[in-house]
């Protein structure tokens, strides 16, 4: 009896690629060279603009018969080509080439060369993530919806983010966030706000910082939010409300210390158990979230300015997304 293998299903892959942070032309001999080895049908290629930042690009590709896209770019090339790949089945290529490249680092891919990184695109596995999701509402009343990969924020971070120095963030990358926050000091406030949780009574506080986490490690290890992860379904919470002379000082004590270096032990967790908890720094869980400030603020999402925000509602879409991550 002779057996017939059915064919393979063809693969392909697309290049989404912002020309001011790659050499596209060596890009280009790479990726063909790696995708014609692996066995892939010819590469599809888009150049991103200021107007269009990847998500209509990449839908066209997948419309096209990619069953890859690869973000070529900074964080904001890669979750704009996430937000493009959204429920479709298609998987997103990681190809690092920006300041903080926050996706790879929390899927502990760390930063690869671009050897390995078109290794793990062409030969890898798809793993599969959650999404954030961020619907904004502008001073004018208009509505925009986004999504997140790692974090949303408002407040200093956001207020940090705005402030930073292009030419130096692309001098000496994420570095440069430590200007951007020197410059946001002066003006530091508490935002007020309500929110409500997953459909719970609204609540008034207010907090220097609020952020929203897919994942929690930032760039240089920190790790903000320790029990956030990719694939679990709800989105971790936290808020930063430095109290009294030291209040920052308590709060990089939590950040740098508790979560950096006592949660990597046994002992350590023991530690943190026993010690008096920090109100500088709380966090919560949930699958939905809904904010309105008291006073126009600034947001961010994946480390870019996204403008100021009067409301924030966001929730999690979970495995919406599927990422390649080595094999």
Same mark, same amino acid.
Not at 216 to 238: S, T
């Given at each position: 009896?002779?057996?017939?293998?059915?064919?393979?299903?063809?693969?392909?892959?697309?290049?989404?690629?912002?020309?001011?942070?790659?050499?596209?032309?060596?890009?280009?001999?790479?990726?063909?060279?790696?995708?014609? &080895? =692996?066995?892939?049908?010819?590469?599809?290629?888009?150049?991103?603009? @200021? !107007?269009?930042?990847?998500?209509?690009? /990449? *839908?066209?590709?997948?419309?096209?018969?990619?069953?890859?896209?690869?973000?070529?770019?900074?964080?904001?090339?890669?979750?704009?080509?996430?937000?493009?790949?959204?429920?479709?089945?298609?998987?997103?290529?990681?190809?690092?080439?920006?300041?903080?490249?926050?996706?790879?680092?929390?899927?502990?891919?760390?930063?690869?060369?671009?050897? &390995? =990184?078109?290794?793990?695109?062409?030969?890898?596995?798809?793993?599969? @993530? !959650?999404?954030?999701?961020?619907?904004? /509402? *502008?001073?004018?009343?208009?509505?925009?919806?986004?999504?997140?990969?790692?974090?949303?924020?408002?407040?200093?971070?956001?207020?940090?983010?705005?402030?930073?120095?292009?030419?130096?963030?692309?001098?000496?990358?994420?570095?440069?966030?430590?200007?951007?926050?020197?410059?946001?000091?002066?003006?530091?406030?508490?935002?007020?706000?309500?929110?409500?949780?997953?459909?719970?009574?609204?609540?008034?506080?207010?907090?220097?910082?609020?952020?929203?986490?897919?994942?929690?490690?930032?760039?240089?290890?920190?790790?903000?939010?320790?029990?956030?992860?990719?694939?679990?379904?709800?989105?971790?919470?936290?808020?930063?409300?430095?109290?009294?002379?030291?209040?920052?000082?308590?709060?990089?004590?939590?950040?740098?210390?508790?979560?950096?270096?006592?949660?990597?032990?046994?002992?350590?967790?023991?530690?943190?158990?026993?010690?008096?908890?920090?109100?500088?720094?709380?966090?919560?869980?949930?699958?939905?979230?809904?904010?309105?400030?008291?006073?126009?603020?600034?947001?961010?999402?994946?480390?870019?300015?996204?403008?100021?925000?009067?409301?924030?509602?966001?929730?999690?879409?979970?495995?919406?997304?599927?990422?390649?991550?080595?094999?």
């Amino acid at each position: 009896m002779v057996t017939i293998e059915e064919p393979a299903e063809s693969q392909r892959a697309a290049v989404v690629y912002n020309p001011i942070k790659v050499d596209v032309t060596k890009l280009r001999v790479e990726i063909n060279r790696a995708a014609k &080895k =692996a066995g892939f049908e010819k590469t599809l290629w888009f150049e991103t603009t @200021i !107007d269009e930042a990847g998500q209509n690009l /990449t *839908r066209q590709a997948v419309e096209q018969g990619a069953t890859v896209v690869i973000a070529a770019g900074g964080d904001g090339t890669v979750r704009a080509v996430a937000e493009g790949l959204r429920n479709t089945g298609a998987a997103l290529g990681l190809l690092p080439s920006g300041t903080g490249n926050l996706l790879a680092r929390n899927l502990d891919m760390g930063v690869p060369h671009t050897e &390995k =990184a078109l290794g793990i695109i062409f030969t890898g596995r798809d793993r599969v @993530i !959650d999404l954030g999701l961020a619907a904004i /509402t *502008r001073p004018d009343g208009d509505v925009q919806e986004h999504v997140f990969l790692v974090m949303a924020g408002l407040g200093l971070d956001a207020k940090m983010i705005a402030n930073t120095n292009s030419r130096l963030k692309k001098a000496v990358g994420w570095l440069a966030y430590v200007d951007g926050v020197g410059r946001s000091l002066p003006e530091l406030h508490p935002v007020k706000f309500r929110f409500s949780i997953d459909g719970s009574p609204w609540k008034s506080t207010s907090a220097h910082t609020v952020m929203v986490g897919n994942c929690g490690v930032l760039p240089g290890g920190v790790l903000l939010i320790p029990d956030a992860r990719l694939d679990d379904g709800v989105l971790d919470i936290m808020a930063l409300r430095p109290e009294g002379p030291f209040g920052w000082l308590k709060v990089w004590n939590k950040i740098a210390w508790e979560n950096g270096v006592l949660r990597k032990s046994a002992a350590g967790r023991k530690i943190i158990d026993l010690s008096r908890d920090v109100r500088s720094v709380t966090y919560h869980t949930g699958k939905d979230l809904k904010l309105v400030v008291a006073e126009p603020e600034e947001f961010q999402l994946d480390g870019d300015e996204f403008g100021e925000v009067t409301a924030v509602h966001s929730w999690v879409e979970p495995g919406a997304l599927r990422v390649k991550v080595p094999a």
